[in-house]
């Protein structure tokens, strides 16, 4: 991720679940390596454990939280399969990740609270299965 920068917050933390910046294409790559399971064109960049770890529920969160990733396991985006995971960044930014699909889909939005992600991700899906 060439364009990334990491900010701190107020008090000098790294948050590391806001104040990432990075193009779209940047978060797709991000997006990639977890689809790999760390590895990066034969370079493992961490460990598929932490994939295994991170998109396993939390105590708690009702299936919708794993380790720094949403999960997909209640249903939010009925268009997507329960398996799917993914990013969640401020004013509309997604990074979705499914595995069955062999799929990343990155959305950099600015603010749109009427924005329909499930109706979004249906349509990309849709297309990819045309071809």
Same mark, same amino acid.
């Given at each position: *991720?060439?364009?990334?920068?990491?900010?701190?917050?107020? &008090?000098?933390?790294?948050?590391?679940?806001? /104040?990432?910046?990075?193009?779209? @294409?940047?978060?797709?790559?991000?997006? *990639?390596?977890?689809?790999?399971?760390?590895?990066?064109?034969?370079?493992?960049?961490?460990?598929?454990?932490?994939?295994? /770890?991170?998109?396993?529920?939390? @105590?708690?969160?009702?299936?919708?939280?794993?380790?720094?990733?949403?999960?997909?396991? &209640?249903?939010? /985006?009925?268009?997507?399969?329960?398996? &799917?995971? /993914?990013?969640?960044?401020?004013?509309?930014?997604?990074?979705?990740?499914?595995?069955?699909?062999?799929?990343?889909?990155?959305?950099?939005?600015?603010?749109?609270?009427?924005?329909?992600?499930?109706?979004?991700?249906? @349509?990309?899906?849709?297309?990819?299965?045309?071809?």
């Amino acid at each position: *991720m060439r364009s990334a920068v990491i900010e701190t917050d107020n &008090a000098g933390n790294f948050v590391l679940s806001s /104040y990432c910046w990075a193009t779209a @294409r940047d978060w797709t790559k991000l997006g *990639m390596l977890y689809l790999n399971r760390g590895n990066w064109f034969g370079d493992l960049i961490f460990s598929p454990d932490w994939i295994n /770890y991170s998109t396993i529920a939390a @105590r708690n969160s009702d299936g919708q939280y794993g380790a720094q990733i949403w999960l997909n396991q &209640a249903g939010k /985006y009925s268009s997507v399969p329960q398996e &799917a995971y /993914y990013a969640d960044g401020y004013g509309g930014q997604r990074v979705l990740i499914v595995p069955s699909k062999n799929l990343v889909i990155t959305v950099l939005s600015g603010r749109q609270d009427n924005f329909d992600f499930n109706r979004f991700f249906q @349509r990309v899906i849709a297309c990819l299965e045309e071809q």
